[in-house]
């Protein structure tokens, strides 16, 4: 079993439709981080969490610390919301992370 | 600020090769993270270097190496090249402030090896 989870693995919506994307760790963790890879390889780190809710713009993430779950939302998606989002998580004592397989994300206008 | 810069962005080799690929981070970022990306293993942590020091390693073979300068540029370096090792290599920086160990990472675009 992976150290981190992710679904769906890929995700076809409309325009305008809200996301949701969920990760699971089995581990102890000091942070979770979700990230952004769009076609090309770059990656934009979008939040890093240890706790409750963050909220950028239409994206919003939140974290369980006592079930090891995180989600990210976005709402009124957008066709430039498309790209693969990435879920990882850093250790306790080290920052070396550890990433799901990412959730492929595709917003049709 | 300008942000993490990977050279070169396009790489091929053919194996039994070695390769050195460069990062430079932001400005003031003293830790810096190498990653290796493939379609069948996804993205995974080779190692961290903060201060010149390797901080961090992954579950990757002794031919796969790195080092840091005094500027926090990195270099990681794969000696004997093997196929397995074509793959999205990206490197991220961080502020490492010894007292924050929960910091955002920032990515590089990347170097794309292609190992014929």
């Known amino acids: 079993k992976n150290e981190v989870e992710q679904s769906p693995q890929n995700l076809t919506a409309q325009e305008g439709e809200f996301i949701t994307i969920n990760c699971s760790y089995s581990?102890?963790?000091?942070?979770l981080h979700w990230l952004q890879q769009h076609p090309g390889g770059g990656i934009v780190s979008l939040f890093m969490l240890s706790s409750g809710k963050k909220k950028h713009g239409r994206l919003i993430a939140t974290i369980n610390i006592q079930e090891k779950h995180s989600s990210l939302h976005i709402t009124a998606s957008h066709p430039r919301d498309s790209a693969v989002y990435i879920c990882a998580v850093s250790n306790f004592g080290n920052e070396k992370l550890t990433f799901g397989t990412g959730t492929r994300l595709t917003i049709i206008p | 600020k300008a942000g993490v810069t990977q050279t070169p962005r396009y790489l091929i080799k053919t194996r039994g090769q070695q390769v050195t690929l460069s990062c430079s981070p932001i400005s003031g970022h003293r830790s810096v993270s190498w990653y290796q990306q493939t379609p069948g293993q996804g993205l995974q942590f080779l190692f961290e270097?903060?201060?010149?020091?390797?901080?961090n390693k992954g579950n990757f073979p002794g031919r796969f190496s790195g080092r840091q300068f005094s500027n926090s540029r990195s270099e990681m370096n794969v000696s004997t090249l093997e196929l397995g090792d074509s793959a999205l290599y990206l490197c991220?920086?961080?502020?490492?402030?010894?007292?924050?160990?929960?910091?955002?990472?920032?990515f590089g675009p990347g170097t794309r090896l292609l190992v014929l």
């Open positions: 581990v102890g963790i000091s942070a």
């Open positions: 270097y903060f201060s010149e020091t390797q901080r």
């Open positions: 991220a920086s961080r502020p490492g402030t010894s007292t924050t160990p929960r910091e955002t990472q920032y």
